[in-house]
């Protein structure tokens, strides 16, 4: 048969699939559906696929099955930045319903090495999650199917005494529903599935994200979000067998199961693990093949960064299963395999939910032994590693260590807090703000993930980063332990109740002559900002000082007077003792201006500008980097900050701001004439902050002097296997790594950090060149700069001693220049303050040399 003709008959199968689409066309055969519950359209008041389903309809159609049938009960397990309802259902029989508690209990267990379990009468879980991207939606749209039949078929029932299915219709609440507003908006009654129509190019930032543009499905391991906490909650609780992750990608594509890739799995996860997920990939196959869908595994994906919900669980003895289904977009569109419907889409993912729940049913047992001995198996391993725990901290900060505690506690990983300081191999951890973590304990792989540093791979191609090592990521101290060393009188436990950020305070009494701020706590600039709107006039110190009573404060320390507030001595200490609660800083009265060092009336010192910021969004703006800047000073500093269009760019627009921020990105949205205006306002005094893609786009305006160093080198020679094209071009992207850099701590960009080595995250091959001018790279890497990840030996050199920050001075202002993401996934806590600094202290900055 012809091509032409191949694509002709598909075309003309997918548009009568859709024209005429109804429970028949999904529901498999054989089985008979109770009267009682009610379907998708009986609530709905359409059919699956003919619209898509908004979440407040996902939500109403689940609260409608749960109120009809006693094998669910749905409870809602959080809420979303937007405050829409997360929702877990819970498919059972009725007599588990009535056991919940104990089948819990018993699978706890599992993780228990020494525990007795009765696997032969111990049921199945099974976890199945839905479109954690908002715009891949033929995962939610097909859980509206999967409820119905497990809730409904008669034939499933008795299954169900030796099954639990746990189901979340759509893991990220507000991105699915900013896409089915887009694309039910601008749908045609008439559907021809050109692919150049509005409804399949949505408008910026798209429905992917979260409401602060994040991928929630790298948040897995970090748990930066509250809907990837409350996920991970249930998770832990549950302790499923099987975790179903259904996706979409690109439309000329057919369909995907895992496993993936063999050679990119993390060298953590046991062979073991490849093994069922390829015997339950045979079920899979044998359904797609009853219905004639096209599908493929083993090609591409890879299970290596632990942070997404098909690989999470495979670090936990339990098996992650990613589904890629080639996305119709909208409601019908035209593909390389023909003309791709929606309701398409959505069978393909019912049925891979149905052959899933076969291969649970058949495995039960098998699954149910494989959890037991995952975790027997750690037992053995973690004995004989030498590594016996972990310890981190900071000696001047506890915030950030406090948030990495938070951050392992959330996996039902104990962490133990100290009750005195200790010094270990010359290093001092205060035990204010230092943790313990033993490798001892059931998460003991999940644990060596966190800590671990690793340069060497099997392959050299990820799909995601290759590094996530959290104290570096946190910029703390830290140590691998060969011993034990600390006995439980010297150690206490820290849970979700008890662990806590002691809250600031003032320290001295009221009526002082000053007040200082040190700037080495994380939320110092929270703590600012608010000093600011509460009209204190606020002072920044470029050189250190001494009060009478022998406390040296840093470059960077806040000086704080009555100012504008209005204030009375009373009214100013009440004020600073609310501030500094609320920021978790300590706030010192001053009782005299004659300091060692400098005094506090000194030229060394700068008042400070409250920052009126603007973010530059849509465009070609990388929405993933603008969100990380708007969630790290909206939901974390308390900042208020305009997200500003570029077409908005133009007349007297910037006046009002001081500040604006950059982030990576194309920047075609903004042109010659924006360009234009950027430079005039940052030759009046303004500070530009700007990462990656945004430097060259100023450079290519002649807004900014930075300057690059050539990636890795083209390939040569005069023939190559083309077979080998993709992984060798592959292998030079730098996915996601971390390196070392050496700090100017004099530099305003530095104030707050006491030690000048520190590590950062890049994911991108944009090599910047030092400034000539040397007092102007606050920030450069070392002659030996990977320290956890791969990277590429041809870019290699593109890193050696190059610049991360550089200053460019335009006029009266200045740019401040950033190679690496500071803020990258919200999770790397120990460069935040990098971004913050050029925020609050770029206006210091003198002439593009520092200080």
């Given at each position: 048969m012809k091509k032409g003709t191949l694509l002709l008959m598909l075309s003309l199968f997918a548009i009568m699939s859709y024209a005429q689409v109804d429970l028949s066309y999904y529901l498999p055969q054989g089985y008979t559906y109770d009267p009682n519950i009610p379907t998708p359209k009986e609530v709905l008041g359409y059919e699956v696929g003919e619209w898509h389903v908004s979440h407040d309809q996902l939500v109403m159609y689940m609260k409608a099955v749960a109120a009809a049938s006693d094998r669910v009960t749905i409870e809602e397990t959080?809420?979303?930045?937007?405050?829409?309802?997360?929702?877990?259902?819970?498919?059972?029989?009725?007599?588990?319903?009535?056991?919940?508690?104990?089948?819990?209990?018993?699978?706890?267990?599992?993780?228990?090495?020494?525990?007795?379990?009765?696997?032969?009468?111990?049921?199945?879980?099974?976890?199945?999650?839905?479109?954690?991207?908002?715009?891949?939606?033929?995962?939610?749209?097909?859980?509206?199917?999967?409820?119905?039949?497990?809730?409904?078929?008669?034939?499933?029932?008795?299954?169900?005494?030796?099954?639990?299915?746990?189901?979340?219709?759509?893991?990220?609440?507000?991105?699915?529903?900013?896409?089915?507003?887009?694309?039910?908006?601008?749908?045609?009654?008439?559907?021809?599935?050109?692919?150049?129509?509005?409804?399949?190019?949505?408008?910026?930032?798209?429905?992917?994200?979260?409401?602060?543009?994040?991928?929630?499905?790298?948040?897995?391991?970090?748990?930066?979000?509250?809907?990837?906490?409350?996920?991970?909650?249930?998770?832990?609780?549950?302790?499923?067998?099987?975790?179903?992750?259904?996706?979409?990608?690109?439309?000329?594509?057919?369909?995907?199961?895992?496993?993936?890739?063999?050679?990119?799995?993390?060298?953590?996860?046991?062979?073991?693990?490849?093994?069922?997920?390829?015997?339950?990939?045979?079920?899979?196959?044998?359904?797609?093949?009853?219905?004639?869908?096209?599908?493929?595994?083993?090609?591409?994906?890879?299970?290596?960064?632990?942070?997404?919900?098909?690989?999470?669980?495979?670090?936990?003895?339990?098996?992650?299963?990613?589904?890629?289904?080639?996305?119709?977009?909208?409601?019908?569109?035209?593909?390389?395999?023909?003309?791709?419907?929606?309701?398409?889409?959505?069978?393909?993912?019912?049925?891979?939910?149905?052959?899933?729940?076969?291969?649970?049913?058949?495995?039960?047992?098998?699954?149910?032994?494989?959890?037991?001995?995952?975790?027997?198996?750690?037992?053995?391993?973690?004995?004989?590693?030498?590594?016996k725990a972990y310890i981190f901290g900071s000696k001047e900060d506890d915030a950030r260590s406090y948030h990495l505690a938070d951050l392992i506690i959330q996996h039902d990983i104990e962490v133990f807090s100290l009750k005195e300081d200790i010094t270990l191999n010359g290093q001092e951890f205060k035990k204010e703000n230092s943790y313990i973590v033993p490798a001892n304990q059931p998460q003991y792989r999940l644990i060596k993930a966190m800590f671990e540093t690793r340069t060497s791979f099997a392959d050299s191609l990820f799909y995601d980063i290759s590094a996530w090592t959290y104290p570096m990521a946190f910029n703390l101290d830290y140590q691998a332990l060969n011993s034990r060393i600390l006995n439980l009188a010297s150690v206490e436990k820290v849970d979700k109740t008890n662990l806590k950020m002691a809250p600031g305070k003032v320290i001295g009494a009221p009526g002082a002559y000053q007040y200082a701020m040190e700037w080495t706590d994380y939320y110092a600039p929270k703590a600012a900002n608010k000093l600011m709107n509460a009209g204190f006039l606020v002072r920044v110190a470029h050189a250190e000082f001494s009060t009478p009573d022998g406390k040296t404060f840093g470059r960077g320390t806040i000086l704080i007077g009555k100012g504008d507030s209005g204030m009375d001595e009373n009214a100013m200490y009440q004020k600073l003792n609310e501030i500094a609660a609320a920021a978790h800083v300590d706030i010192y009265a001053i009782n005299t201006g004659y300091t060692a060092g400098i005094n506090m009336g000194s030229t060394f010192t700068d008042p400070l500008d409250k920052p009126e910021i603007a973010l530059l969004v849509e465009g070609g703006v990388d929405s993933y980097e603008a969100g990380e800047i708007w969630h790290l000073l909206d939901q974390r500093m308390e900042m208020a900050i305009t997200l500003l269009p570029m077409d908005a760019i133009g007349g007297n627009t910037l006046d009002r701001y001081n500040v604006i921020l950059m982030p990576d990105g194309r920047y075609n949205g903004l042109g010659k004439s924006g360009a234009a205006t950027l430079k005039e306002w940052i030759s009046k005094g303004g500070t530009l902050v700007a990462k990656g893609g945004a430097l060259r786009f100023l450079v290519s305006q002649e807004v900014g002097l930075f300057t690059f160093r050539a990636g890795s080198e083209p390939e040569t020679g005069l023939q190559k296997n083309y077979a080998d094209y993709e992984n060798a071009t592959g292998a030079k992207v730098t996915g996601g790594a971390i390196f070392n850099a050496k700090l100017d701590l004099t530099h305003p960009i530095g104030y707050g950090y006491t030690n000048s080595d520190i590590h950062t995250f890049r994911n991108d091959n944009l090599f910047m060149e030092p400034s000539g001018n040397p007092y102007a790279n606050p920030l450069v890497y070392t002659d030996s700069p990977l320290a956890s990840g791969y990277l590429h030996p041809s870019n290699l050199e593109g890193l050696k001693n190059g610049g991360v920050i550089r200053i460019s001075s335009v006029g009266s202002g200045r740019i401040v220049g950033f190679a690496d993401n500071m803020n990258f996934r919200a999770f790397w806590f120990g460069t935040n303050k990098l971004y913050l600094n050029a925020i609050f202290f770029g206006q210091t900055i003198n002439g593009g040399t520092g200080r």
């Open positions: 959080g809420r979303t930045y937007e405050k829409r309802p997360q929702v877990l259902l819970t498919i059972t029989s009725p007599t588990n319903h009535g056991r919940i508690g104990q089948i819990k209990a018993e699978r706890a267990k599992l993780r228990d090495a020494g525990a007795s379990v009765d696997i032969a009468s111990m049921p199945i879980v099974m976890f199945m999650g839905y479109s954690v991207h908002g715009n891949e939606p033929s995962g939610a749209n097909s859980s509206l199917l999967a409820i119905y039949h497990f809730a409904a078929a008669s034939e499933v029932g008795p299954d169900l005494e030796n099954m639990v299915l746990l189901l979340d219709p759509a893991i990220n609440p507000d991105g699915l529903n900013r896409f089915a507003s887009w694309v039910n908006s601008h749908k045609s009654y008439n559907l021809n599935g050109d692919p150049n129509g509005r409804e399949y190019n949505e408008a910026w930032p798209r429905g992917r994200t979260n409401h602060y543009w994040f991928d929630l499905n790298r948040d897995w391991l970090p748990v930066q979000h509250p809907e990837s906490r409350n996920r991970v909650r249930v998770f832990q609780d549950w302790l499923p067998n099987i975790h179903l992750d259904f996706h979409e990608m690109g439309s000329n594509s057919t369909f995907f199961f895992q496993p993936g890739v063999p050679a990119r799995m993390h060298p953590l996860t046991p062979e073991k693990n490849f093994e069922l997920t390829k015997k339950i990939g045979a079920y899979h196959a044998k359904a797609l093949d009853k219905i004639g869908s096209l599908y493929y595994n083993q090609e591409n994906y890879d299970d290596f960064y632990y942070g997404k919900g098909s690989t999470y669980p495979d670090v936990q003895g339990s098996i992650g299963i990613l589904f890629e289904q080639a996305s119709s977009r909208g409601h019908l569109q035209e593909t390389d395999y023909g003309m791709l419907s929606f309701p398409f889409t959505i069978r393909n993912q019912f049925t891979a939910n149905l052959s899933s729940y076969q291969a649970a049913k058949e495995m039960r047992q098998e699954l149910n032994q494989w959890m037991k001995d995952f975790y027997s198996d750690i037992k053995t391993e973690s004995d004989a590693d030498v590594n």
